[in-house]
């Protein structure tokens, strides 16, 4: 499974990026997929998580209520809409995907992931 995200970029503070994953390969669109970022310094953390399906999910406490994941099966893509961005925010963002069709937390539990893309948030 191939992950390639785009979208990321610099933006001020209490603006709004929508960063893009799209998969390819065998089963690819069976896998829960999931956003983490990880900022200079800083351990890998999870963002966001969706279902298989797109009926589940669940979001860190740090961005609930400003992100919305969403998967689109047809076109094996999952989007990270952010809103309200916060410097706090400024990070790489990965997009993962793991075997099971339910999402997880861990990065450890992530089978595949992209290159990453920068997200900056000026103040």
């Known amino acids: 499974v191939q992950l390639v995200e785009s979208g990321g970029g610099l933006v001020q503070a209490g603006g709004s990026l929508r960063l893009s994953c799209a998969a390819s390969?065998?089963?690819?669109?069976?896998?829960?997929m999931a956003w983490f970022r990880q900022a200079p310094g800083k351990e890998r953390e999870f963002v966001a998580g969706?279902?298989?399906?797109?009926?589940?999910?669940f979001y860190a406490d740090s961005v609930k209520g400003r992100s919305t994941i969403s998967k689109d099966n047809g076109k094996n893509t999952v989007d990270l809409q952010m809103n309200s961005l916060k410097p706090e925010d400024t990070a790489v963002y990965y997009c993962?995907?793991?075997?099971?069709?339910?999402?997880?937390?861990?990065?450890?539990?992530?089978?595949?992931w992209g290159q990453g893309t920068q997200v900056t948030v000026s103040s």
């Open positions: 390969g065998r089963n690819a669109g069976t896998y829960a």
């Open positions: 969706i279902s298989w399906r797109g009926v589940m999910t």
């Open positions: 993962a995907s793991r075997t099971s069709g339910y999402p997880a937390s861990r990065s450890g539990d992530y089978d595949y």
